[in-house]
């Protein structure tokens, strides 16, 4: 039995997960999370969704999703890259999800941005887990759009050209008001990763020398490494998940720095040899370093970076 929770309470994210899985093991339907997502109400956001709904362009809404996704949840990250003629939106997971929860986020963030899908150019949808044996649930959610399965990441893409389109429900006076109050309910949350920062520390100090173990990190913490994990499971992340974001973020200022040497770039994450570190960025970005290095100089604005929860 679930123990209840007040409206305004946070849920522990293995508890959300855990009652989808129930509700899939009760009705048997392995499409469920599809369907959840599927019948996700924008409203049903609360003052997130009127944020969102009211921002002058979908540039913007964007990046109040960006600033305000962790009022939803700390378990996944949204990552926006707005480079070339194509938006990447992009969910970060720091555990591994299982496919009804992955299901359920990208079906619900498809349906509530019915605006970013309006352009003549394709929209495509990745997922990380192979295709089911059935896929025409996926088919009547994501109309009209092209679905990937054994992708290397979880997220969309779609025209560039869509950002400049206002909202149609774009309201000034409800924007300022609305983000007001957000920016008051995210200054009031308390810090859930504050153990996550110091892992972070100790891996920035660590990375020139090589990998960094989780035995070093937590010596250096003086706890043991099995504490350690456990106490970043609870903050809702792995120390592996950790480090590989760490990396992630560097590469991406290193590849778009002036100068580049991938030789140079590799040993200062920590890798022994380019070609792990080809094969790494390639995971994170979908891309080569090469090519993505090309994208950011041929573009006219920033990478977007900027990370929120999700699910």
Not at 61 to 66: M, T, Y
Not at 142 to 151: E, K, Q
Not at 179 to 200: F, G, K, M, Y
Not at 281 to 304: C, H, I, M, Q, S
Request: proline residues 5%.
């Amino acid at each position: 039995m679930m123990p209840a929770h007040g409206p305004d309470e946070r849920v522990p994210v293995t508890e959300a997960h855990a009652k989808l899985q129930q509700a899939i093991a009760l009705t048997g339907d392995v499409d469920l999370g599809l369907k959840a997502g599927a019948e996700f109400r924008r409203h049903e956001a609360g003052a997130f969704d009127c944020a969102v709904r009211s921002a002058a362009t979908i540039r913007e809404s964007l990046r109040v999703a960006v600033r305000y996704f962790r009022l939803l949840s700390d378990a996944v990250e949204v990552r926006i890259d707005g480079r070339g003629d194509r938006v990447t939106v992009r969910f970060e997971g720091s555990l591994e999800l299982p496919r009804a929860i992955s299901d359920f986020q990208v079906a619900a963030f498809y349906r509530g941005h019915p605006q970013c899908w309006a352009s003549d150019v394709p929209v495509e949808i990745f997922f990380k887990h192979r295709a089911p044996e059935n896929t025409l649930e996926y088919e009547r959610t994501f109309r009209n759009a092209i679905v990937h399965f054994d992708a290397p990441f979880e997220g969309f893409t779609f025209g560039r050209d869509c950002l400049r389109e206002r909202m149609v429900t774009a309201d000034r006076e409800v924007h300022e008001i609305v983000t007001a109050h957000l920016e008051a309910v995210l200054s009031a949350l308390p810090n859930p990763r504050r153990l996550e920062q110091d892992v972070v520390a100790v891996v920035a100090r660590e990375l020139s020398a090589g990998s960094p173990s989780i035995e070093r990190v937590a010596r250096a913490l003086h706890v043991s490494a099995r504490t350690l994990e456990r106490k970043l499971r609870r903050e809702g992340t792995t120390f592996t998940a950790l480090l590989d974001n760490f990396r992630r973020n560097l590469a991406l200022d290193f590849v778009s720095a002036p100068t580049f040497d991938a030789r140079h770039v590799a040993r200062s994450l920590g890798f022994t040899q380019r070609g792990a570190f080809s094969r790494a960025f390639k995971r994170w970005t979908g891309r080569t370093p090469e090519r993505y290095r090309r994208a950011v100089l041929n573009a006219d604005e920033p990478v977007d970076r900027s990370a929120v929860a999700f699910v």
